[in-house]
């Protein structure tokens, strides 16, 4: 019987020292690596259904262009799209002149749930239904544009699917989608299984360990199908500061969610009633479709179905290899990281967007925004709070009904030809109002 309480009392003085030596590891951590901000105004948006999340905003004022909304994917934020500092996405759009709006999900830790509510009770379908639409209709009332661009890596991009899918394309001028599975019928990836199953019981507990190994993550290189990245390929800028303040908790609710998808290869949205899979086909806005050679989530031969079934003219689908002419092979995360991404991804996406003008309205804010020191947040235009002030931003577009004259057709728009354009042949748009796109040879 002593021996017994011995070895409880032993192995509990084991774990609480553990349990300190971790913590003092992650305070240690937190203090060497500042969480950096870089946004020119922060705002705070009310939901439907009462979180308020954080769009970071972030524009050349010199040249004030059409915004574009910024959506991270699983286990990320907005740095997702600002990492390497001055050599990011976000970069290379602020600098030609686009009005970028980083989002902060309701999964990051920027986001404040009501009362009663928290992680746990987060699903994709909020994401969906409740953080995007109050996203759109804020940056829409903030800017006067009728329509914003969408580009998005990964779930970000997945959601832009499912978004056009279900409300339409009458608030989205055009889309560039980033390493997005086209479904997951096919789909081989597999994510570690202990550390996917942990996530749905302790998803803070993955958070503290992905964010602890962050620093010696470029040195060890952690294997290929646990982080689907070509790690040859990441920019050498990308520092561990960035890495250890982009990671966020996944919500348990998303990764059953995910696993349930990868395992049966339906993807369904609103309780499952809704087949996004079924409905890929459908999604008529202008699309961009990057994909890189070595992203397991993203087989060509999948990605290639998915592209040639899309209705319209107005798509380019961009898969990065050697073989077509780019620097390497690239896998799923280093199509944000890429060592020559300014000129491989970040170009053609502007590109893109820049052929797709938005059409400004004439409708002025409810109050003007009071003047504010550069770096620091200006009042928002519909209401919705930003930085110290709060409030809501509710305006919701109803869902798209099956009907297709249920949808507007896009004003003006000459569809331009299909063509799947190779990254090494891709050539820079003449930067004049034209709602098609020229398409390299």
């Known amino acids: 019987m002593g021996l017994l309480l011995a070895i409880v009392f032993w192995s509990i003085a084991l774990i609480v020292l553990l349990a300190l030596l971790v913590n003092g590891y992650m305070v240690a ?25 954080q769009l970071f905003r972030r524009r050349n004022t010199a040249a004030p262009g059409e915004p574009v909304l910024l959506v991270h994917g699983l286990a990320a ?26 989002i902060e999900l309701r999964c990051c830790e920027s986001a404040t749930p009501p ?19 109050a996203a759109i209709a804020h940056i829409r009332a903030t800017t006067g544009h009728d329509k914003v661009h969408w580009v998005g890596h990964s779930m970000g991009a ?3 699917y499912a978004y056009n899918i279900v409300f339409g394309s009458e608030h989205l001028a055009s889309g560039v989608a980033l390493g997005a599975p086209a479904g997951f019928r096919n789909v081989a990836f597999a994510p570690p299984a202990l550390l996917f199953r942990l996530t749905m019981v302790a998803p803070r507990a993955v958070r503290t360990l992905l964010k602890a190994i962050t620093p010696i993550a470029q040195s060890l290189r952690p294997g290929f199908l646990a982080f689907p990245v070509n790690w040859d390929n990441v920019h050498p800028e990308l520092d561990a500061r960035v890495l250890f303040n982009m990671v966020e908790a996944v919500p348990p609710q998303v990764a059953h969610e995910f696993d349930e998808w990868l395992s049966t290869g339906s993807w369904r949205v609103r309780g499952r009633q809704v087949d996004v899979t079924a409905q890929l086909p459908e999604i008529d806005l202008p699309l961009l479709v990057v994909c890189g050679k070595d992203d397991p989530l993203t087989p060509e031969p999948r990605i290639r179905q998915f ?33 020559r991404g300014p000129e ?3 170009r053609p996406a502007l590109e893109w967007i820049q052929s797709h003008p938005v059409k400004r309205v004439r409708r002025r804010p409810a109050r003007k925004a009071a003047a504010a020191p550069a770096r620091r947040a200006s009042a928002a235009a519909d209401g919705s709070s930003v930085k110290p002030a709060k409030s809501s931003a509710k305006a919701k577009p109803a869902p798209r009904k099956k009907a297709v004259a249920a949808k507007k057709p896009a004003a003006k728009k000459t569809p331009a030809a299909k063509k799947e354009v190779r990254p090494a042949q891709a050539k820079s748009a003449p930067k004049k109002k034209s709602p098609a796109k020229k398409r390299s040879t």
């Open 344 to 346: 491989e991804v970040y």
């Open 307 to 339: 592209f040639d079934a899309l209705p319209g003219k107005d798509k380019q689908l961009l898969l990065l290899s050697r073989k077509n002419g780019v620097s390497a092979d690239y896998g799923h995360a280093d199509l944000l990281f890429g060592k």
């Open 158 to 160: 997945m959601l832009l």
């Open 77 to 102: 934020n907005r740095l997702n799209f600002e990492a390497p500092h001055g050599h990011a996405i976000v970069d290379t759009l602020e600098a030609e002149g686009c009005d970028c709006w980083l």
């Open 115 to 133: 009362e009663g509510r928290d992680l746990g009770d987060v699903s994709f379908d909020d994401y969906l239904y409740k953080d995007l639409p």
């Open 29 to 53: 951590l937190m203090m060497r690596y500042p969480r950096p901000q870089w946004a020119d105004e922060v705002h705070t948006v009310l939901t439907e259904d009462g979180w308020s999340i």
